[in-house]
């Protein structure tokens, strides 16, 4: 029956959250059953795209590339694949009407992995995080409003601003592998090899610009998704916060984490915060 093949798929999809990101698993836990499993969709398609471009070292990425995204655009128009991840996120694509620059923007980001190395310009930047982060948080604010237009117009730019920023923390967090494993520099402004404190501060004041930004918007989303969605915006505010606190000389070095029972503290916090109306 294609309704077991369908609940297969979307417990694939499950897992690959959580075993790929316990922060994003956790926070997905806070949106309501209705909205879960298509978040869960969106995020097994992007990260199967991004592992292609990031991991598989030992083998030939863009043809593994080429033809994920061949049966991406397969699924889409037949409504199906044999592909457990593309066939969950195929379904959420028409369930609410997603729009193809949206994943089409993403995957074009994603390609750009295979090759290009450093980010010389603002515009070049600011394009690749629109591909990579910010359409990812359009694709779930599609959810999110289930449909409503006006809402989603309404809550575009935030939606995109909190994109931006959880993609420039990770950015942060991952200089070390992206520089020196992956030979990867994405702020064009940083010299990466010689950061120091003025470019580093420079980074996080931008960041924390967008996230000034995007909650106002996570303070006018639907009931159904505003508290998980400020869960994960919490955890990245705190991971920003030990980046800010950390030595660019140390960043280089190590990757920051928000150990387990910080993460606990932030969830109890953004609980009490959510029932008081203080988001």
């Avoid at 449909?147 to 809550?155: A, D, K, R, S």
């Amino acid at each position: 029956m294609k309704s077991l093949f369908d609940s297969v798929s979307y417990k694939c999809s499950k897992t690959v959250t959580q075993s790929y990101s316990t922060s994003f698993s956790s926070a997905t836990k806070m949106l309501a059953p209705s909205i879960r499993q298509d978040i869960y969709n969106i995020y097994g398609f992007v990260r199967f795209a991004d592992e292609i471009v990031d991991s598989f070292h030992d083998y030939s990425k863009k043809m593994l590339f080429d033809d994920f995204e061949r049966q991406m655009y397969t699924a889409i128009n037949d409504k199906i694949s044999l592909n457990p991840i593309l066939n969950s996120f195929q379904e959420t694509v028409h369930k609410y009407h997603i729009e193809p620059e949206l994943y089409k923007a993403f995957m074009k980001s994603m390609r750009l992995d295979l090759s290009k190395k450093v980010y010389l310009s603002d515009d070049e930047y600011k394009e690749y995080i629109y591909g990579s982060a910010d359409v990812v948080g359009l694709m779930c604010l599609r959810v999110f409003v289930k449909g409503n237009n006006t809402q989603y117009e309404n809550l575009k730019d935030s939606a995109m601003r909190l994109g931006s920023a959880f993609q420039k923390v990770n950015f942060l967090r991952d200089l070390k592998a992206d520089f020196e494993g992956l030979d990867r520099t994405y702020f064009p402004n940083a010299d990466l090899k010689n950061l120091n404190e003025e470019s580093k501060q420079q980074i996080i004041a931008e960041i924390e610009l967008d996230f000034n930004e995007a909650l106002k918007g996570i303070s006018k989303l639907p009931i159904e998704a505003r508290f998980g969605v400020y869960t994960a915006f919490l955890y990245y505010q705190k991971l920003l916060k030990k980046l800010k606190k950390t030595p660019s000389a140390v960043l280089k070095e190590s990757r920051i984490r928000v150990p387990d029972y910080q993460k606990l503290s932030l969830l109890a916090q953004g609980y009490l915060n959510y029932r008081l109306n203080l988001i």
